[in-house]
């Protein structure tokens, strides 16, 4: 039911995400990690529209106690949006897709999603607690989901020399832009990825 548990340290045990996880997988999102997955990074302007929709509503009501519920009502609506998005975000993953999660004392403390389409499979995102990290679990997630998948597997690198680093010492190159299926970029709505580093597993590796 767990997969193999010889490459996490005790207490660990990695699983398949079914639909009954979705609030754990939610909550694992409350301390922040969420917002490095690549769909949900484009959030960061909200505080500076937020503040400019104050200053606007003020002039336009005259009135603090105005502005300052509109304001609340608005923050209010853009966070059922956001838990929207992130609940049909993770129902797609668990159910079109790949999805395993390791849990340390009944918690979610990583979390690894990806698909399969003909030529290939992609890892949609793959996230760690910052309190875990430099653990082995991160590898132990590639591992476990490899086996499921089609070669060659790609993944989205964000620049950073930690990531890119850990991405190689699991077998992954880097790759042309060219060279990565025209599924992926479409499935992600852009002409181009950059900054983000093209990588791939291949099965001989």
Same mark, same amino acid.
């Given at each position: 039911?767990?997969?193999?548990?010889?490459?996490?340290?005790?207490?660990?045990?990695?699983?398949?995400?079914?639909?009954?996880?979705?609030?754990?997988?939610?909550?694992?999102?409350?301390?922040?990690?969420?917002?490095?997955?690549?769909?949900?990074?484009?959030?960061?302007?909200?505080?500076?529209?937020?503040?400019?929709?104050?200053?606007?509503?003020?002039?336009?009501?005259?009135?603090?106690?105005?502005?300052?519920?509109?304001?609340?009502?608005?923050?209010?609506?853009?966070?059922?949006?956001? %838990?929207?998005?992130? %609940?049909? %975000?993770?129902?797609?993953?668990?159910?079109?897709?790949?999805?395993?999660?390791?849990? +340390? +004392?009944?918690?979610?403390?990583?979390?690894?999603?990806?698909?399969?389409?003909?030529?290939?499979?992609?890892?949609?995102?793959?996230?760690?607690?910052?309190?875990?990290?430099?653990?082995?679990?991160?590898?132990?997630?590639?591992?476990?989901?490899?086996?499921?998948?089609?070669?060659?597997?790609?993944?989205?690198?964000?620049?950073?020399?930690?990531?890119?680093?850990?991405?190689?010492?699991?077998?992954?190159?880097?790759?042309?832009?060219?060279?990565?299926?025209?599924?992926?970029?479409?499935?992600?709505?852009?002409?181009?990825?950059?900054?983000?580093?093209?990588?791939?597993?291949?099965?001989?590796?």
């Amino acid at each position: 039911m767990f997969g193999n548990n010889q490459e996490l340290p005790p207490g660990f045990i990695v699983r398949r995400v079914r639909n009954s996880d979705i609030s754990d997988v939610l909550k694992f999102g409350d301390n922040g990690e969420l917002l490095e997955s690549e769909e949900l990074r484009t959030l960061n302007p909200f505080i500076l529209i937020i503040i400019l929709l104050f200053i606007v509503l003020s002039f336009i009501v005259g009135s603090f106690i105005a502005s300052l519920f509109y304001i609340l009502l608005t923050i209010t609506f853009f966070i059922l949006i956001i %838990y929207g998005a992130n %609940y049909i %975000y993770w129902l797609n993953n668990i159910n079109s897709g790949e999805c395993f999660a390791i849990y +340390h +004392h009944n918690q979610i403390c990583a979390i690894i999603a990806a698909f399969s389409f003909d030529s290939g499979s992609y890892i949609k995102c793959l996230l760690v607690k910052n309190a875990y990290r430099r653990r082995g679990l991160g590898s132990c997630l590639i591992n476990r989901i490899r086996q499921n998948l089609n070669y060659p597997i790609y993944v989205l690198c964000f620049p950073e020399p930690d990531l890119v680093e850990f991405y190689s010492s699991n077998g992954f190159v880097a790759i042309e832009e060219n060279e990565l299926p025209r599924r992926i970029i479409k499935s992600k709505g852009v002409q181009s990825i950059s900054p983000l580093i093209p990588m791939m597993l291949e099965e001989n590796l």
